[in-house]
T-cell receptor, first 114, second 113 residues
Framework: EAGVVQSPRYKIIEKKQPVAFWCNPI?????LYWYRQNLGQGPELLIR????????DSQLPKDRFSAERLKGVDSTLKIQPAELGDSAVYLC????????????FGQGTRLTVV | GDSVTQMEGPVTLSEEAFLTINCTYT??????LFWYVQYPGEGLQLLLK?????DKGSNKGFEATYRKETTSFHLEKGSVQVSDSAVYFC????????????FGKGTHLIIQP
């Protein structure tokens, strides 16, 4: 069974440019998370979806970040415009609604803003 | 909100040595506790978990016991191998998953042959 798939793996952009990350969760997993991991730190939750509904986006910087999960499957996370401080690894994870405590992570997208 | 504190690395050990990585947490209520591992070039993987006090999680020779009285979930292994070299993250989860995972900063473990 395929795990959580993220793309791209790496992205380098200039500041003020837009960028988007894509995530395909494990089939049948209704809960999807986006985390951000700064260098030397643990991941921090940005947003959580239950199916296509964003049920917790309190940590998402809404002035420049947006996310969507159409049809309750794939999800995209967008930053516009990017700032130098957005350089980090962006992780997607998914879990079964009934077993929320076991999250499966993708390999992440490493974003570098120059 | 929840917070997790784990010992800072890198931790360097010789093969077959005993491993302990300390982890303490603060949380409202009774969180579930986890250890995740990240091998070089790979994504985070669940190593083990415990969902209530005195539970012991175990996997691949690693163990951790949920200690409510000391708010701790220390990771141990009796004899480490070079293949255990990775970054280990302690994490807590309150609200049955509704709040996502709260992670520690991670501990880089290096095992020398």
């Amino acid at each position: 069974e395929a795990g959580v798939v993220q793309s791209p793996r790496y992205k380098i952009i200039e500041k003020k440019q837009p960028v988007a990350f894509w995530c395909n969760p494990i089939s049948g997993h209704n809960t999807l998370y986006w985390y951000r991991q700064n260098l030397g730190q643990g991941p921090e939750l940005l947003i959580r979806y239950e199916n296509e509904e964003a049920v917790d986006d309190s940590q998402l910087p809404k002035d420049r970040f947006s996310a969507e999960r159409l049809k309750g499957v794939d999800s995209t996370l967008k930053i516009q415009p990017a700032e130098l401080g957005d350089s980090a690894v962006y992780l997607c994870a998914s879990s079964l609604v009934a077993v929320r405590t076991e999250a499966f992570f993708g390999q992440g997208t490493r974003l570098t803003v120059v | 909100g929840d917070s997790v504190t784990q010992m800072e690395g890198p931790v360097t050990l010789s093969e077959e040595a005993f491993l302990t990585i300390n982890c303490t947490y603060t949380a409202t209520g009774y969180p579930s506790l986890f250890w995740y591992v990240q091998y070089p070039g790979e994504g985070l993987q669940l190593l083990l978990k415990a969902t209530k006090a005195d539970d012991k999680g175990s996997n691949k020779g690693f163990e951790a016991t949920y200690r409510k009285e000391t708010t701790s979930f220390h990771l141990e292994k009796g004899s480490v191998q070079v293949s255990d070299s990775a970054v280990y993250f302690c994490a807590s989860e309150s609200g049955g998953g509704a709040d996502g995972l709260t992670f520690g900063k991670g501990t880089h473990l290096i095992i020398q042959p």
